[in-house]
């Protein structure tokens, strides 16, 4: 079963295999391509994986480990 923690790692391991920076839409076509089958075993986590991929990139900004969104162009995410 796929925890928050897992999306939060998810995120970062797109975000590195793209280079540090990416667009929500890349992330998620990354965790879907890679943890399609993991998405599909979540209970209800499958049918809101990508709202929270969103909440989680929220966390991960108050952390400081993703740049805040003011400071990356639109739509971006990318690691600090």
Known sequence: ??????????????LRYYGGRASLVEI?????????S????????????????RWQATQLRKKGILKPADSTPKGI???N
């Open 1 to 14: 079963m796929i925890t928050m923690d897992d999306l939060s790692n998810m995120i970062i391991e797109a």
């Open 28 to 36: 998620c076509k990354y965790v879907w391509n890679n943890y399609e």
């Open 38 to 53: 993991e998405l599909r075993k979540s209970g209800d986590l499958f049918f809101t994986w990508q709202y929270r991929i």
């Open 77 to 79: 995410w990318e690691i």
